[in-house]
C-alpha cells in the first residue's frame, strides 16, 4: 500500500513538472517568493553596510538605531565605529547568502526539486530565528516611550522590526505552502528522484 502510494506520488509529481526544466526555474522558490528572498532581502540587507561603510556613515547610522529628534553627532568613539562597521559586515554577510547561495541552489540542482526545498528551508529557518531575535533585540532596546508607539519609529526601525517582522511572516507562508507546490516539507513521502550516472 505505501508503494503504491509513493510510486503515485512520484507519477503525480513527474506529471507536474516538465521532464526539462528552464535553466533559471526554481520551482522551490517561485513568483513572489523569489522575487522577495533572491532579489529584494539581498539588496535591502546590503544596502545598510553600504550606508555604513560609505555614505552616510556610521555616526548616522548608530544614530538611527534609536529614533530622535536631534541631529547625528560628529563622530563616534574607536570601539563604537568598529562595533557599527563589523554589523554592516553582518548584513552584508545575509545579504550575500540569499543572493549566492540561493542561486547556487536553483541552478545545482534543476533536477531535484525536493533538495533545493530541504536547502532553503534550513536557511529559512536559521533565518526565522534570527528575524525572532532580531525584532526582539531591536524592541526591547527602544526607550519605553517609543517602544510602543511606531508612528515615532524611522525607517531603520521600521526595517529592524516592522519589515523583519514582514519577512519572518512570508518565510512561514513559505513552510506552509501559500501560493506554492511544496515538494518535501508538508509531504509524508517526499518525493525522491532516481539518481542518473
Given at each position: 500500500m505505501a508503494a503504491r502510494d509513493s510510486a503515485h506520488h512520484q507519477s503525480s509529481l513527474e506529471q507536474a513538472l516538465p521532464s526539462s526544466m528552464a535553466p533559471n526555474s526554481f520551482p522551490a522558490l517561485p513568483g513572489f517568493y523569489r522575487f522577495l528572498f533572491l532579489y529584494f532581502e539581498?539588496?535591502?540587507?546590503?544596502?545598510?553596510?553600504?550606508?555604513?561603510?560609505?555614505?552616510?556613515?556610521?555616526?548616522?547610522?548608530?544614530?538611527?538605531?534609536?529614533?530622535?529628534?536631534?541631529?547625528?553627532?560628529?563622530?563616534?568613539?574607536?570601539?563604537?565605529?568598529?562595533?557599527?562597521?563589523?554589523?554592516?559586515?553582518?548584513?552584508?554577510?545575509?545579504?550575500?547568502?540569499?543572493?549566492?547561495?540561493?542561486?547556487?541552489?536553483?541552478?545545482?540542482?534543476?533536477?531535484?526539486?525536493?533538495?533545493?526545498?530541504?536547502?532553503?528551508?534550513?536557511?529559512?529557518?536559521?533565518?526565522?530565528?534570527?528575524?525572532?531575535?532580531?525584532?526582539?533585540?531591536?524592541?526591547?532596546?527602544?526607550?519605553?516611550?517609543?517602544?510602543?508607539?511606531?508612528?515615532?519609529?524611522?525607517?531603520?526601525t521600521h526595517g529592524n522590526i516592522s519589515f523583519t517582522l514582514f519577512l519572518f511572516s512570508v518565510r512561514m507562508a513559505w513552510f506552509l505552502g501559500v501560493g506554492r507546490r511544496r515538494y518535501y516539507y508538508g509531504q509524508s513521502q517526499p518525493h525522491r528522484p532516481e539518481k542518473t550516472k
Amino acid at each position: 500500500m505505501a508503494a503504491r502510494d509513493s510510486a503515485h506520488h512520484q507519477s503525480s509529481l513527474e506529471q507536474a513538472l516538465p521532464s526539462s526544466m528552464a535553466p533559471n526555474s526554481f520551482p522551490a522558490l517561485p513568483g513572489f517568493y523569489r522575487f522577495l528572498f533572491l532579489y529584494f532581502e539581498p539588496v535591502s540587507t546590503i544596502s545598510p553596510a553600504l550606508m555604513i561603510w560609505l555614505w552616510p556613515g556610521a555616526s548616522w547610522f548608530h544614530h538611527q538605531l534609536v529614533p530622535a529628534p536631534d541631529p547625528s553627532p560628529i563622530g563616534l568613539d574607536a570601539r563604537t565605529v568598529l562595533a557599527v562597521w563589523q554589523l554592516g559586515n553582518c548584513y552584508m554577510l545575509l545579504g550575500l547568502i540569499s543572493s549566492l547561495v540561493f542561486r547556487a541552489v536553483r541552478d545545482a540542482l534543476q533536477n531535484d526539486i525536493v533538495a533545493q526545498e530541504r536547502i532553503l528551508g534550513s536557511a529559512f529557518t536559521a533565518l526565522a530565528i534570527a528575524d525572532v531575535t532580531h525584532i526582539l533585540a531591536s524592541f526591547a532596546g527602544l526607550p519605553s516611550e517609543l517602544r510602543y508607539n511606531p508612528g515615532s519609529w524611522n525607517a531603520t526601525t521600521h526595517g529592524n522590526i516592522s519589515f523583519t517582522l514582514f519577512l519572518f511572516s512570508v518565510r512561514m507562508a513559505w513552510f506552509l505552502g501559500v501560493g506554492r507546490r511544496r515538494y518535501y516539507y508538508g509531504q509524508s513521502q517526499p518525493h525522491r528522484p532516481e539518481k542518473t550516472k
